[in-house]
């Protein structure tokens, strides 16, 4: 695996290897393969981590562990601290998307740091940082899972990423669109058959009737092959009927 | 709690509770709170959803269990999926900012279908989805966790809010929107002639055929109007190729 350069994702005191676990699945997910732990209360390795990882220790997801946090972010250039609460300090706020952004300046030497799960980042770890990033969550109902607030962020990361190019589009060999005239050719393929049928009555309403069929048609942008497979659709509707009368 | 309108979260064929409670937590972490579950592995409710959920289900997240995703899109009038795998199919594909800002155009009326844990979603239920809604994952480490999932959605449902508001209706004067369970009819009586026709042939080619010719409709974002209009057109087409022999 080739990675692009990507932030460092920092846990400040995880408490459960299960989370840690979730953190590398999803960093992996997003394209981040460095996790620094500072001072992990289980410490590290940890086997609760592992079955929650879906492998992402052993597929590129680098762990270093600390024992303070000042050791965790000394060599980077870059610090974004994600916190829930307002802290009175005057500094840069970002959501997840801004931050991603900040973090594209320079991806190596970025580090996101997550609190732990009972209390988050003490305000010493959070006058550490460059910026404070913050979700906009539901007030009443307001802890995120460490995972989830580190996914969040690795998710928005990606989508940055998407945005510059880096990574593949993914809606590609899809049909060719149908030229305005096959649609036509296909509106007038149904109403003959239509009108063979009776089905246009009265008739100083039959304009109005192909208008609105043919509106929502022309909505759904339609391939070539959908228009194909329509018109056989129309055929076998038109001709099966009798055929099926022929069987009985 | 007193929660703005929201989409709501439907998951099919979920297998594990862990992740039912852990997506119902991020769920009502972001301010959306109705959770359809179709055909759950193991039943619903389950004791093993309770303790990843934060007591989310205590605190206003509504959860409705269905057979099908028929019924559990049934009264929706757009409907997302999620998928990872590009389907080949001519949708609109959206990261989850767009599709959060589509879910604003009519929040109560959109659902966001999930798949399960070992297979993501089939293919025809993708097929009754307006929008694909995809990642930009990693390619060599792909599978996002179910929660990991509903999550990056959830949060960029939760930035949107603020920036709602930005969104006038398109569509005004124009016919309100077929909800999903009449375009759902809709198709079954079109396949149920078909049938009748004999037009799906070979028998292990049906489920393709039908999917092709539901995605155009779909997409096509149809009033109740024009699904009244087209039902016509079917059972004339159908009926109708009789009466033209009579008279003859």
């Not at 965790?72 to 500094?91: N, W, Y």
């Not at 510059?164 to 589009?169: C, L, N, S, V």
């Amino acid at each position: 695996m080739n990675l692009q350069p990507a932030p460092l994702i920092i846990l400040h005191k995880p408490q459960l290897g299960e989370n840690i676990g979730s953190v590398a699945r999803v960093m992996l997910n997003f394209g981040l393969s460095q996790l620094r732990l500072v001072a992990p209360r289980d410490g590290w390795p940890n086997s609760a981590a592992e079955p929650l990882s879906a492998g992402a220790f052993d597929s590129g997801l680098c762990v270093e562990v600390f024992a303070t946090v000042e050791a965790a972010i000394g060599d980077l250039k870059t610090v974004i601290a994600a916190t829930a609460r307002p802290r009175g300090m005057e500094k840069i706020v970002q959501d997840a998307v801004s931050a991603a952004e900040t973090a594209a300046l320079a991806p190596a030497d970025t580090g996101i740091v997550f609190g732990s799960e009972s209390s988050g980042l003490p305000s010493d770890v959070v006058g550490l940082a460059d910026v404070i990033m913050t979700y906009p969550v539901n007030p009443d109902f307001a802890s995120l899972n460490l995972a989830q607030a580190v996914g969040v962020f690795c998710a928005s990361w990606g989508a940055s990423l998407g945005r510059q190019g880096r990574f593949e589009g993914t809606n590609e060999g899809v049909g060719e669109l149908a030229p305005r005239i096959d649609l036509i050719r296909m509106f007038e393929h149904f109403e003959d058959e239509l009108e063979r049928a009776g089905y246009f009555y009265p008739e100083d309403k039959t304009k109005l009737m192909k208008t609105n069929i043919r509106n929502g048609f022309i909505r759904g942008n339609w391939t070539v092959q959908e228009v194909r497979t329509f018109r056989g659709a129309i055929k076998a509707l038109a001709l099966g009927r009798g055929k099926a009368r022929i069987k009985q």
